[in-house]
């Protein structure tokens, strides 16, 4: 079945630091989405991708949809400590029934002590 | 407008019993659906309700998950009997045609 492999699993972040994760695939998605879950919250649409090569911003934040349909990642610039959460990656294959999303691992964002 | 809701935010059940986890989508939302994070691995798809009709059940574990939507409005997931295994937070989504689905806050089960 269709699986994305998220990395890096966790990171400690230092307020002021650019950050970035990522996601890959075997398999080609029709969308990539970058969802943020605060602790005791729901995942919360942050970036969403629907073309190759497409490149999107949100505030500081910047995601891309992989030239190969099988790749996306996120970068967030200049961290700040509101910036802690679990980020996932997700996609929808173009096999999929609905909007049935495929998740990544996520990606725990701590603050470095 | 109110999000999607979730009751209970918190379960502890005991190996064999039952538990109902509700949902109640954003109102006038078609498409509802129910996923779940075990053991802090990925967030997998369970079904999805197109008003009350089960469109998509492939991700459902197994038969002692039973989900309905009853009139299409809110929807419950019932476990029974629940196995150590079923431990995990349950999030149930809900999306207005092919628009972004928006999530619940999640109901964490606990099975010991």
């Known amino acids: 079945g269709q699986q994305l492999n998220q990395s890096p699993q966790s990171m400690f972040i230092q307020e002021g630091e650019d950050v970035s994760m990522n996601c890959t695939s075997s398999?080609?998605?029709?969308?990539w989405l970058w969802y943020k879950q605060d602790p005791g919250e729901g995942p919360v649409l942050l970036i969403a991708?629907?073309?190759?090569?497409e490149l999107t911003s949100n505030g500081r934040l910047t995601a891309q949809f992989g030239i190969t349909r099988k790749d996306s990642f996120l970068n967030i610039s200049a961290s700040i400590p509101s910036d802690v959460g679990i980020y996932f990656c997700?996609?929808?294959?173009?096999?999929?029934?609905?909007?049935?999303?495929?998740f990544g691992g996520g990606t725990r964002v701590l603050v470095k002590p | 407008e109110a999000g999607v809701t979730q009751f209970p935010s918190h379960s502890v059940i005991e190996k064999g019993q039952t538990v109902t986890l509700r949902c109640d989508p954003i109102?006038?939302?078609?498409?509802l659906y129910w996923y779940r994070r075990v053991m802090g691995k990925e967030i997998k798809f369970l079904l999805h309700?197109?008003?009350?009709?089960?469109?998509?059940e492939s991700g459902m574990p197994n038969n002692r998950f039973l989900a309905e939507r009853t009139g299409g409005t809110y929807s419950t997931l019932k476990v029974q009997p629940a196995e150590l295994e079923d431990s995990g937070v349950y999030f149930c989504?809900?999306?207005?045609?092919?628009?972004?689905?928006?999530f619940g806050q999640g109901t964490r089960l606990t099975v010991v």
């Open positions: 989504a809900s999306s207005q045609g092919w628009d972004e689905a928006f």
């Open positions: 398999s080609i998605f029709n969308t």
């Open positions: 991708l629907y073309k190759a090569g």
């Open positions: 997700a996609g929808l294959h173009p096999e999929a029934a609905g909007n049935k999303l495929t």
């Open positions: 309700f197109v008003k009350e009709s089960k469109q998509d």
């Open positions: 109102s006038g939302h078609d498409n």
